[in-house]
């Protein structure tokens, strides 16, 4: 079963900042939080992850709260390319446990 | 380019037939793995190889086989033993080090006839 609650669909209009939470209230310390989306039909593409501090790169920015029970992805001006399901994960780097899926929040950009 | 393939595209299936579907990876990841995706659903591991001639069974393994033979090459079978095998498969791959960071194909959809 997948840690992490995230809300199966969210829109967002063209041009605004999309946000999409994330609660993993049992992460565990050195657990790492991953974020990746997938269009429609085809594989899922990596776009951020974190530890503790926040994140931000080409893509997006990754907020993560002080005591770690929930992240906010953050698309700053989503385009109508940006629709797709959006995966937050968490992964202990032990070399061992492969990503877990869950289902992922849908987000509809709309024109 | 560098990347990840997989073949074919569509796949279709008649009862009690064994199909093979292929992915290959010019990154030069040790690691490669097999999800399953259902409509509307999350991915769902099937098997996963760290390094060749070595790989592990993930949560819906039953059903499937794999090989790792070479580095770049990880085919999945989709045995007759499989009685729901119409899904989208996808096949990703990883630095040994760094398996949370994959790189997927494009993605195989198989269809039952």
């Known amino acids: 079963d997948a840690k992490t609650t995230q809300p199966p669909s969210m829109d967002c209009a063209e041009g605004r900042a999309a946000n999409l939470p994330c609660n993993h209230s049992?992460?565990?310390?050195?657990?790492?939080v991953y974020w990746y989306r997938q269009i429609h039909s085809q594989g899922p593409q990596y776009i951020i992850h974190?530890?503790?501090n926040n994140e931000t790169n080409e893509m997006a920015s990754l907020i993560i709260t002080e005591d770690r029970k929930s992240s906010t992805l953050i698309l700053p001006h989503a385009t109508l390319r940006d629709t797709a399901v959006y995966y937050c994960?968490?992964?202990?780097?032990?070399?061992?446990?492969?990503?877990?899926f869950g289902k992922g929040t849908r987000l509809s950009v709309i024109a | 380019d560098g990347g990840i393939t997989q073949s074919p595209k569509y796949l279709f299936r008649k009862e009690g037939q064994n199909v093979t579907l292929s992915c290959e990876q010019n990154?030069?990841?040790?690691?490669m793995y097999w999800y399953r995706q259902d409509p509307g659903q999350g991915l769902r591991l099937i098997y996963y190889?760290?390094?060749?001639?070595?790989?592990q069974k993930g949560d819906i393994a039953e059903g499937y086989s794999v090989s790792r033979e070479k580095k770049e090459s990880f085919p999945l079978t989709v045995t007759s033993a499989q009685k729901n095998p119409t899904a989208f498969y996808l096949c990703?791959?990883?630095?040994?080090?760094?398996?949370?960071?994959?790189?997927f194909g494009p993605g195989t959809r198989l269809l039952v006839l």
């Open positions: 990703a791959s990883s630095r040994r080090r760094d398996q949370e960071t994959q790189y």
């Open positions: 049992t992460i565990s310390g050195n657990e790492y």
């Open positions: 974190g530890l503790k």
């Open positions: 994960i968490l992964f202990r780097n032990s070399g061992n446990t492969p990503l877990v």
């Open positions: 990154l030069n990841h040790d690691a």
């Open positions: 190889s760290q390094i060749v001639n070595d790989f």
